[in-house]
């Protein structure tokens, strides 16, 4: 079964949870990963959990290789695919190929859109193409207390909506550096994060204009 779950901070952490409670049962997992902030190669999670991952090339045959990974003797009981949204739609297809033709179950994590709030093409194809989809219990909030629903990217707070498609970064962040921060629709449509939202709060109020 092809199965695409997640949305924003979670994520990663139900993925190493799947990963521990099938490995603890004995099974043998193939843990594909792209551009984790742990590194190349690593699926991490922000409570600190981390394990190692094949970190997935642009032109990588993801098919191919379960399959190579098999014909070499070696196990593969399932296969965890974090970061999705990074694979290509081809990619994508491999992964349903495996569970269709291997007969392995994938269990596919990602975000749905860009800072743009587009979707990103590996994401698409994964919601066309999954068996089921699953959206995390761990709601993520705006700073305004709504449920988050979008991806913003922010440059020393302020949201930006032009650059890369792919900049990797994170919620926790120095000041001046690239970060994500989730938030509800309305806010992402202002461009209004939680520091914007600060600024305004403090600045001073406009004095009233009276006549005569």
Known sequence: MLRIGGRYPSKRTLALQIEHNRSARGLVGMIFTRNDRAGEGKLSSRLGLVTDAAEVADDQDLYAS????????????????????????????????????????????????????????????????????????VEALCWCGARATHNARTVGGQMVVEGAHVVVGDVDHATGEVGYEVLCRRHHRRRMTAASARAAALSPDVLPVSSG
């Not at 098999?70 to 190929?97: C, H, K, M, N």
């Open 66 to 137: 379960l399959v190579e990974h098999l014909s070499q003797g070696r196990r593969a009981d399932y296969v965890i695919a974090d970061e999705a949204q990074f694979l290509a739609p081809g990619q994508i297809d491999q992964l349903a190929r495996v569970v269709d033709d291997l007969g392995l179950d994938v269990y596919a994590f990602g975000i749905t859109t860009d800072f743009r709030s587009k979707l990103f093409p590996g994401s698409q194809r994964l919601v066309e193409l999954a068996d089921r989809i699953e959206v995390l219990q």
